[in-house]
């Protein structure tokens, strides 16, 4: 399994430009090889394997290239080729695409070192805290709030400087699946141990035993946010007042985006230590959030970062976690079948074959269910009839507010 811890780093002032040099160097690199790809004939277009072969090269003609460790270029060649990889996936999902842009210096933040070129030394700091080194660049001291697990590989090390001028390093860890705990036999799993959630836009879920967990409340945060962009659009670019202002802004996008991070931490938690298997839907987020005019909810959506916790996770606690399916969900009857079109702001289920009545979310997460038993090779139980699995009756709903979720860091059982 994969994944990875992330630091808040504190480095020295010298550190620090050297950070940034060096990041302003492998954002040229990156630029290079994008130049490097884009100028070859189509019908012979570089790998990935063929610009590392290039590095020697390159580092010869521009000085300022043989500046890098050797591992790090590398890692920036493999970042190219990844974007170009993501970008041609989306193209093959029917995306509007482009092409790959030059990176600049503001959109730039980060550089890898991969496999080697790093150390890190958890005795030197005091308490809470350990130092990094990385070639040609030096010590970089860290918030060490959770060592790394003992039986994790570190794969690589990140750093970064956010657009609120604070460092991170992230280690990208790997632990061997043999270490992991034991997920239940899946021949054990039915309604009991098991859940379907509808990822919804009236609540954040739904589960199929009945819980409904609200958004989390961020129209403050995002006044705020308007509020302190109105200020930037009157500063003058380039001033240090815009840049003062510019900072502000990052600053309150960053604690939207953190809180959003530990209200998904807590619910995906929740999830997988109370259950032995959860199925989620597989959504197309952009045409669910863009087609039905949400768009304003994408940023604290972020329901691929939440079905990606949810994956992480399941692996960390032995909970089987399976995407299925997304289309129809709504439509279904999770009683008989038959699909039944519904406008947006219809929220009941009412069949009209078989006469099933329940919320509109309520028959998604029913259909979730189904869909993910059958995923993983088992047949809906006979003796087990919808009706009896999820609470039909809106007033058999367990409302779970997000005040109760950060509060406690968990829903009630």
Known sequence: MEYS?????????????????????????????????????????????????????????????????????????????????????????????????????????????????????????????????????????????????????????????????????????????????????VDSLDTSNSVGIDLGIQNYIHTTDGKTVDWLDLEDDYERLRREQRKLSSKEKGSNNYEKQRVEVANVKRHIRRKVLDYQHKITTWLVREYDAVFVEDLNVQSMLQGDGNACNKQDAAWRQFITLLEYKGDLYGCHVKQVEARGTTKECASCGVETPKPIWVREHLCPSCGFKTDRDANAAMNVLQRGFSELGLGWPESTPVETVTATDTAGFQRVSASHVLETGSLPS
Do not use: C
């Not at 959770?146 to 609120?164: G, M, Q, S, Y």
């Open 5 to 185: 811890h992330r630091y808040h780093a504190y480095p020295t002032q010298e550190v620090a430009a050297e950070l940034e040099q060096h990041i302003d160097v492998h954002r040229q690199l990156y630029n290079h090889v994008r130049w490097d790809y884009t100028n070859s004939p189509e019908d012979d277009k570089p790998s990935e394997y063929d610009q590392n072969n290039k590095l020697p090269e390159w580092k010869r003609t521009w000085s300022v290239f043989s500046e890098m460790h050797s591992k790090a270029a590398q890692a920036t060649v493999a970042r190219f080729h990844r974007n170009l990889s993501n970008l041609r996936k989306k193209k093959e999902k029917g995306y509007n695409v482009g092409r790959l842009k030059r990176q600049a210096p503001t959109e730039y933040r980060s550089v890898t070192y991969n496999q080697s070129g790093f150390d890190l030394d958890e005795k030197r700091g005091h308490d809470k805290y350990a130092y990094v080194r990385f070639s040609k660049i030096g010590w970089v001291k860290i918030r060490y709030s959770r060592p790394l697990p003992d039986r994790a590989n570190i794969k690589e090390v990140t750093f970064k400087k956010e657009t609120t001028g604070e460092w991170f390093v992230s280690f990208g860890l790997e632990t061997d699946d043999a270490n992991l705990p034991e997920k239940p036999n």
